[in-house]
């Protein structure tokens, strides 16, 4: 069990040590689940006009600085619900996240564990090496919209959120070049957006570095962002197997 419990967290670092954290998103779970998001198998629905799909590269780095990569795939329904599907070396699914207003749960295929929790922080609250991630936060980054929803200026750079929490920004001419706050636990969380392109007409950061304490955990290298597309009703269901261990 202790050896479980092990390969879980190593697996949930990698997967939520932001993001997701993005962070960040059909059936059953490793390459069937990806087959069936990608609508194979489901009548599609008919697309809402701010939902988008997204491809990217998802890097993380341990306390040494090692790096360790894989491919993400983003189905955003701003606000309402997400789908994130993480791929390792060859194409195995190494994490599958689903969030809906309802709740939201991760499986790891290659470790046959899951998670469950509700409302819009994702991660381990009892672990203190795992930030919590503002899943819309993360997700909105595709959409071009960087800064926290209805938040209040205060001048100098200083903000609040509305949810009374305080951070700080700078910027790059028109473009958001960062924004940094206290974690839970006091240490300095800061996102640094690099690399500004137009992806089907909304100027995005194309690489964005998250840092805690000063030093980069996570790293996204934006490939395609597509607009107003259509997804299958699979990519809405997250199938976990009853061998499946869950993780309180």
């Given at each position: 069990?202790?050896?479980?419990?092990?390969?879980?967290?190593?697996?949930?670092?990698?997967?939520?040590?932001?993001?997701?954290?993005?962070?960040?998103?059909?059936?059953?779970?490793?390459?069937?689940?990806?087959?069936?998001?990608?609508?194979?198998?489901?009548?599609?629905?008919?697309?809402?006009?701010?939902?988008?799909?997204?491809?990217?590269?998802?890097?993380?780095?341990?306390?040494?600085?090692?790096?360790?990569?894989?491919?993400?795939?983003?189905?955003?329904?701003?606000?309402k619900r997400y789908r994130m599907e993480l791929t390792g070396a060859m194409g195995i699914g190494v994490a599958s996240l689903l969030w809906k207003e309802?709740?939201?749960?991760?499986?790891?295929?290659?470790?046959?564990?899951y998670v469950k929790g509700a409302g819009y922080m994702v991660g381990l609250f009892s672990d203190s090496t795992i930030p919590m991630v503002h899943i819309?936060?993360?997700?909105?980054?595709?959409?071009?919209?960087?800064?926290?929803e209805g938040y209040k200026d205060l001048g100098d750079g200083k903000a609040v959120e509305s949810t009374g929490r305080e951070f700080s920004y700078g910027?790059?001419?028109?473009?958001?070049?960062?924004?940094?706050?206290?974690?839970?636990?006091?240490?300095?969380?800061?996102?640094?957006?690099?690399?500004?392109?137009?992806?089907?007409?909304?100027?995005?950061?194309?690489?964005?570095?998250?840092?805690?304490?000063?030093?980069?955990?996570?790293?996204?290298?934006?490939?395609?962002?597509?607009?107003?597309?259509?997804?299958?009703?699979?990519?809405?269901?997250?199938?976990?197997?009853?061998?499946?261990?869950?993780?309180?």
């Amino acid at each position: 069990m202790f050896g479980a419990a092990q390969k879980f967290f190593r697996a949930y670092r990698f997967f939520l040590c932001a993001i997701l954290a993005f962070l960040v998103l059909c059936g059953c779970s490793g390459s069937k689940a990806m087959r069936k998001a990608d609508g194979v198998g489901d009548a599609p629905v008919a697309a809402v006009t701010d939902s988008l799909k997204a491809k990217f590269k998802f890097s993380l780095f341990d306390k040494a600085g090692k790096e360790q990569e894989f491919d993400a795939v983003l189905f955003s329904v701003p606000g309402k619900r997400y789908r994130m599907e993480l791929t390792g070396a060859m194409g195995i699914g190494v994490a599958s996240l689903l969030w809906k207003e309802d709740g939201w749960q991760v499986v790891f295929p290659t470790e046959k564990m899951y998670v469950k929790g509700a409302g819009y922080m994702v991660g381990l609250f009892s672990d203190s090496t795992i930030p919590m991630v503002h899943i819309h936060q993360v997700a909105s980054v595709f959409e071009g919209k960087l800064l926290p929803e209805g938040y209040k200026d205060l001048g100098d750079g200083k903000a609040v959120e509305s949810t009374g929490r305080e951070f700080s920004y700078g910027k790059n001419g028109s473009d958001v070049a960062w924004i940094s706050r206290a974690g839970r636990d006091g240490k300095s969380e800061k996102i640094r957006f690099e690399g500004f392109k137009e992806f089907e007409g909304t100027r995005i950061p194309a690489h964005v570095v998250f840092e805690r304490n000063g030093k980069k955990y996570l790293e996204i290298q934006v490939k395609t962002v597509k607009h107003g597309q259509t997804f299958s009703l699979g990519v809405w269901r997250l199938n976990i197997p009853k061998s499946y261990q869950r993780i309180e």
